[in-house]
């Protein structure tokens, strides 16, 4: 796994465990050229889902980006983190099990307000309010757009 910060690719696991009720496993890894630490997960995929967007166009399903906006909508709220990776590891799962490659984000955006309703009321409205005004704009990426760049590309590090 190459390394975020410098690029080397020989890094170093040091620690591997379960993670997400043994859904995931967490590896926190070590740059040997850099000092870098930085966690990586494993996870199942059980197909290679394809996102159709509302203009049309496909795009491969990039789960990080299903993470950045929920955790923009849970931002603040009193919800353990690790019961937010569930709930991503659970809707990921849902859409694979809908039998079909390719899936609408609009049908996304759907499960996601479905689980959001269930778990944290706040969150629900942010990300509804949000998703409904991408609706209107025909694109569902203006919710990650407009998350700040310092953001949206900083590797998880932790020390
Ligand atoms: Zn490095």
Redo the contacts with the bound molecule.
Sequence with gaps: MR?P??G?ID?QVKDSRPAEDHVAIRRRRF?P??G?RFTTYERVQLRDLVVIKTNGRREDFDRDKLERSIRMAMQKRPIDPERIDQMISGIVRRLESMGETDVASKQIGEIVMETLARIDTVAYVRFASVYKNFQEADDFDKFVSELRPSEKDKPKTEE
Aim: proline share 0%; net charge neutral.
């Design positions: 390394c910060f410098c080397n890094t740059c050229a850099c870098g």
